[in-house]
């Protein structure tokens, strides 16, 4: 005895498919809510251990850039700047929804400002000069100005002194001064960029892991 049964399909190839993908789609929107979640609750921490790892910011806090720079409290000012950073990442997400012939949603973060105007009028980004009365932008002078000569006719001397806002450097009359080569930024090629691009694979886990 032979059994045997015939499926008779009603609906076209199209009309399946699109009614597997909204079947699957509440379960998909379930894993994306969770996984953008996961990268907000762990971009910033990531982002403020990046910046923290970098050359420029040890140099910053205890280091040539500090007394070149004049930056007393620079550990507090650093980490305000990193706070502001990371409280200002912006995100970009569209839930999936089923289209056309497929399923499609998309997430983006950024991480800074191309000009860093979160930061770069905030009193974290300047040190108060008592001699001149005057607030000196070190963080622009830092990632904007390059290796140019920023002061003229002066120049920074390694050098204990009370007169000293740092302790440990001078300006001194001659020469000229501007930020040193090896920690100059421009727009495209500076301080955060750098970090952020040296670690990259490490964001690039966090997103892979995430959304896995």
């Not at 399909?9 to 399946?16: E, P, R, T, W």
């Not at 001699?131 to 002066?154: A, C, E, M, S, T």
């Amino acid at each position: 005895m032979t059994f045997g049964f015939r499926l008779d399909l009603k609906d076209s190839g199209a009309q399946i498919s699109k009614g597997i993908m909204n079947a699957v789609l509440p379960d998909i929107k379930k894993d994306f809510k969770n996984a953008t979640s996961k990268i907000k609750g762990e971009l910033p921490g990531l982002v403020n251990d990046i910046v923290v790892s970098s050359p420029e910011y040890a140099s910053l806090i205890g280091g040539e850039l500090k007394f070149e720079l004049g930056i007393p409290d620079a550990a507090t000012k650093i980490a305000e700047l990193i706070n502001l950073w990371t409280q200002n990442i912006k995100y970009s997400e569209k839930t999936p929804s089923v289209k056309n012939f497929g399923i499609s949603g998309s997430f983006s973060a950024s991480l800074f400002k191309v000009d860093f105007s979160e930061v770069i009028g905030s009193s974290h980004a300047q040190v108060y000069d008592n001699i001149r009365g005057y607030n000196l932008p070190w963080l622009k002078w830092l990632v904007f100005d390059g290796n140019i000569p920023i002061i003229q006719d002066f120049s920074v001397e390694m050098i204990n002194s009370p007169r000293s806002r740092t302790g440990g450097a001078l300006m001194t009359s001659g020469g000229s001064w501007g930020v040193p080569a090896s920690f100059a930024g421009t727009i495209a090629d500076n301080w955060i960029t750098r970090a952020i691009e040296s670690k990259s694979s490490e964001i690039d886990k966090l997103l892979d892991k995430a959304f896995k």
